[in-house]
């Protein structure tokens, strides 16, 4: 016997090496740290080369991972460019080049508490980009503040964190509060005889703070709102919520939180087969992997930060289209609004320090109050009254509905605002 | 009405898989006195190896979680051996803390090749509607597989030598090694069947609803609940616990909002242990 368990002993070591050599690659990815760096505090000598630290997590593990994935896949791609452009020049002859300090953060606020702390005392991190989620930029704002780091926010809409009296945390997206009233004007527009809106969303910072401004909104329009009920975040069966639909009598349902439980909510309501007229929700539709529900994707709709169809003319950084083609280019796959944002973030960042004509975070912080320029992703503007300072008030979303082309294949349709859109709403769902 | 019967028939579908996943906890539990908390990580590991099997090798899911289902009578086998034969007969709290120690190096391992991330096999067999109830036949499937595997199990302790050699084992361990019972065998096989049920209920699982390598914890705690429920070391009383959870799941939420669901199943967990503690369907025999 004990010749057989040393046996099974050495073959579960094995296999354990086994599969540690298949591991994926290593979740802090670093990127190499800044030569002989300056202070950012301290304007250098002409023609000098600075390299400015750029911190942030990434969820390259959990729940967040898909999202998350493409919005760090669009910053870099903009890092990449503008130092192979030579960096930023400034007047005084600096050249300002970028490098990238990241972790996984494993979708976990804990770890983005203890993971921004260390990218802003050990690493020494000039600048910092946000998480993706709500929930844990608001957790790396709390840091950001505390070390008193300017931080950039993509990927995180929550209007909470922008109300807390934070000076350094500047908001990219639109903010939740506006996030879904435009799919209850899309509804009024489309079919005024709807009466019943059902409210099924993720128990989460961003999801409820979209929800509650949404509810509001649709009350105010004059719906009667039948449910208004959230789901635990790790939910993978909605059996109960799409029964207290139909019971309901609800016509249209908004609500959603992120990709996972969006996705699968909108495919068991598909495969139950619920006679629901209109489907808006969060994050996962805008999604190019949401098409991957097949014919349960078909008609619903989401709100999106951008979409390549959007077409803004910028006035600093490149047009929507070249965008798409640099990030296709680079990583093989349409971009998402995440990667999207992601990129903007980077232009910002870049505005802020030619604005500035420094790298003296104070002066950057001033150039990011006094931004109002629009780029391929849409208008910026920050808010900068004591209230809401960093808010996002030049931004604003558009609709998308998944519908199937002429050949049958899904493709992604701007619905609303009817200015922009590029094809009918489908309606009624199905 | 119509609420109520179609949560009914959604939340007695999901028990039967419950209760798959609480008999093979029962049955270590009532053969062995472990408490075994490798017990979520195998369900995941079921959960993985059919999505492993059906999308890499393109196998049917069905006949993945069959596949599976013989894995994880092996990979039970390997688990008694290293962790749990040693310490037996030591205290409780060292097959507790052995099993949790295998939990760890499942999850760990787990995260580093799969990462947490959800994971979904594409796979339906469509609806069929009979009046407010939508069945989906995927459920449907699962639930007789269920069904059989109890009956299985059945057959196998009542009819087969292995089996009562289990169940003599279980009543007592020293008199069944006295009458030529290969008791660690014996004992190697009921953790094997133990494991074989919690990766089958895992495959089953995944054909439905999206899963990562965490997602056995969830079904681990309600096994907890259940085997409480149907009395320990009692498999048809699993079968029975996991079709009472099942139908409180179903109708918790016609009363209240669902995220009350856990809080009323551990309530009853509770006030099942102090007042009738060897469970509503009796401990073994």
Redesign the interface.
């Known amino acids: 016997?004990k010749r057989?368990?040393y046996l099974?002993?050495l073959?579960?070591l094995a296999a354990?090496l086994a599969?540690?050599a298949?591991?994926?690659a290593p979740a802090a990815e670093e990127a190499a740290p800044a030569e002989e760096q300056a202070p950012a505090e301290e304007m250098p000598a002409a023609a000098e080369e600075v390299t400015l630290t750029i911190g942030f997590t990434a969820s390259?593990?959990?729940?967040y991972?898909?999202s998350s994935g493409r919005q760090v896949r669009g910053f870099n791609l903009w890092m990449q460019q503008i130092n192979d452009a030579g960096g930023i020049t400034l007047s005084d002859g600096t050249v300002v080049k970028f490098a990238a300090v990241s972790y996984d953060d494993?979708?976990n606020k804990d770890r983005v508490q203890e993971l921004y702390t260390r990218l802003a005392t050990e690493d020494n991190a000039d600048l910092l980009i946000s998480p993706y989620s709500s929930g844990l930029t608001a957790a790396a704002a709390v840091i950001a503040e505390q070390y008193g780091k300017v931080m950039l926010t993509t990927g995180a809409a929550s209007d909470a964190t922008y109300k807390q009296g934070y000076t350094q945390v500047f908001q990219i997206y639109t903010p939740a509060s506006r996030y879904l009233a435009g799919a209850v004007d899309l509804l009024k527009a489309t079919d005024s005889a709807v009466s019943k809106v059902a409210f099924v969303y993720e128990?989460s910072k961003f999801s409820t703070s979209v929800v509650e401004a949404a509810k509001a909104y649709a009350e105010e329009q004059g719906y009667d709102v039948v449910l208004f009920?959230?789901?635990?975040p790790?939910t993978?069966?909605f059996?109960?919520?799409i029964?207290?639909i139909?019971?309901s009598g609800a016509e249209a349902v908004l609500g959603g939180g992120h990709f996972?439980d969006g996705s699968?909510f909108a495919r068991q309501l598909y495969?139950?087969?619920v006679a629901i007229k209109f489907l808006a929700l969060l994050v996962a539709p805008p999604e190019p992997d949401f098409a991957?529900l097949g014919d349960a994707a078909v008609g619903v709709i989401g709100p999106s930060q951008w979409e390549p169809l959007a077409a803004f003319t910028p006035d600093f950084g490149p047009t929507g289209d070249e965008f798409v083609q640099s990030y296709t280019a680079a990583y093989d796959e349409e971009p998402s609004y995440h990667s999207a944002g992601g990129y903007a973030a980077g232009l910002v960042l870049e505005k802020a320090i030619r604005d500035a004509d420094s790298t003296d975070p104070e002066k950057i912080k001033a150039a990011l109050d006094a931004m109002d320029l629009t780029l391929f992703f849409g208008k910026i503007k920050f808010d900068t009254t004591a209230e809401a300072h960093g808010l996002q008030i030049g931004h604003s979303m558009v609709y998308i509905q998944w519908q199937k082309d002429a050949d049958g294949n899904l493709a992604k349709q701007v619905v609303w605002p009817a200015d922009g859109a590029t094809a009918e709403v489908l309606y009624p769902l199905h | 009405m119509?609420?109520v019967l179609?949560?009914l028939t959604?939340g007695l579908l999901?028990g039967f898989v419950y209760g798959v996943a609480a008999m093979g906890m029962t049955l270590i539990w009532g053969v062995m006195d472990v408490i075994n908390l490798s017990h979520g990580p195998v369900i995941a590991l079921g959960m993985f190896g059919v999505y492993l099997l059906a999308a890499a090798l393109g196998l049917h899911p069905y006949l993945a979680v069959i596949v599976v289902a013989a894995l994880g009578l092996l990979l039970g086998i390997?688990i008694y051996?290293?962790a749990v034969?040693?310490v037996i007969d030591a205290p409780h709290l060292s097959t507790l803390l052995a099993t949790y120690a295998i939990n760890m190096?499942i999850i760990g391992?787990g995260?580093?090749?799969f990462?947490?991330?959800?994971r979904?096999i594409?796979f339906?067999l469509g609806?069929s509607?009979i009046g407010?109830i939508?069945l989906?036949w995927t459920r449907v499937v699962a639930a007789l597989a269920a069904l059989l595997a109890t009956g299985g199990l059945y057959l196998f302790l009542q009819r087969t030598r292995p089996g009562r050699y289990i169940r003599a084992v279980a009543n007592n361990r020293s008199a069944a090694e006295l009458m030529g019972v290969p008791s660690?065998k014996i004992l190697a096989l009921s953790f094997g069947i133990g494991t074989l049920l919690a990766a089958f209920s895992g495959g089953l699982i995944s054909t439905f609803?999206?899963?990562t390598i965490l997602?056995g914890g969830?079904y681990e705690l309600k096994s907890f609940v259940i085997v409480v429920l149907g009395g320990l070391g009692n498999p048809v009383g699993a079968l029975f616990g996991g079709l009472i959870l099942g139908v409180l799941?179903?109708l918790i939420?016609v009363m209240m909002?669902?995220?009350w669901?856990p809080v009323v199943e551990f309530v009853l967990f509770v006030v099942i242990l102090r007042l009738r503690p060897s469970g509503l369907f009796g401990a073994k025999q």
């Open positions: 016997m057989k368990v099974m002993i073959l579960l354990m599969l540690a298949c591991k994926p390259q593990t959990g729940k991972e898909t494993e979708s128990n009920e959230g789901y635990d790790e993978t069966d059996g109960s919520f029964n207290k139909i019971d996972q699968t495969e139950k087969e991957d | 119509d609420f179609a949560s959604d999901l390997v051996a290293i034969h040693r190096v391992l995260t580093a090749y990462t947490t991330s959800p979904n594409e339906t609806t509607s407010p939508t989906l660690t609803f999206p899963f997602s969830v799941e179903g939420p909002p669902t995220t669901v």
